[in-house]
């Protein structure tokens, strides 16, 4: 009976895969976010988060927000991930990237990419403090030149992210955003020491993904 009973249990889970409905590349420099293929993040002097500068100077991060009004509105979020694509050749290695991570931190989501201009940066940045990260994550590298994907663990804290869910799912909007930050620094790394990913205007396979399991 305990073994019917779990099985019943586990079948009541139920997983979504969801894409982001914007992102944003906050760097001045930075082609149209409605059409760039890529997203990409770095740090500055081992700082994750800096002010804005409209010269380039400081860390950048992409903003990214998904729509979860078709989530179930009362279920338990039991796992939670954040699928991202990377281009192929990349200028860190495994072991960069673990000391480096890719820090995943929340948002609001009062952005929208159509019509982002880099004046609205400061609007969408993140705080600075570690104890909002969701979770963070570091690729293997797997030096074949082709595309790879890895995932983040959003349950990892220090910040609940299923705590946030469900503040999210509950308000109007019904969304949830976050900022993908990293303390890898190309002044210090050299001109391949950045994150770069797929973005949502890449192609299919190669979109950014939530992936949540619920209960």
Not at 54 to 79: L, R
Request: aromatic share 12%; net charge negative; glycine share 8%.
């Amino acid at each position: 009976m305990g073994m019917i009973t779990a099985l019943a249990f586990l079948a009541i889970n139920q997983t979504m895969e969801i894409v982001p409905t914007d992102d944003i590349w906050v760097y001045p420099h930075a082609a149209d976010q409605t059409s760039d293929e890529f997203i990409r993040c770095w740090g500055s002097n081992g700082i994750a988060v800096t002010e804005p500068s409209i010269g380039g100077s400081g860390a950048s991060w992409t903003a990214m927000k998904f729509d979860i009004s078709k989530t179930p509105a009362d279920a338990e979020v039991v796992s939670a991930y954040l699928l991202l694509w990377v281009p192929g050749d990349v200028g860190y290695s495994t072991e960069d990237a673990k000391k480096l991570p890719i820090q995943i931190r929340p948002l609001k989501p009062e952005f929208e990419e159509e019509g982002y201009a880099f004046s609205q940066a400061k609007s969408i940045m993140p705080s600075a403090d570690d104890k909002v990260i969701f979770g963070k994550g570091s690729p293997e590298v797997p030096g074949s030149g082709e595309p790879f994907s890895f995932k983040t663990d959003l349950m990892k804290g220090p910040n609940s992210f299923a705590k946030a869910w469900k503040e999210a799912r509950a308000t109007t909007r019904k969304e949830i955003a976050f900022a993908l930050t990293s303390t890898m620094d190309p002044d210090q790394a050299g001109e391949g020491g950045i994150y770069k990913f797929y973005s949502r205007s890449a192609e299919e396979k190669f979109r950014p993904k939530l992936v949540i399991e619920f209960r």
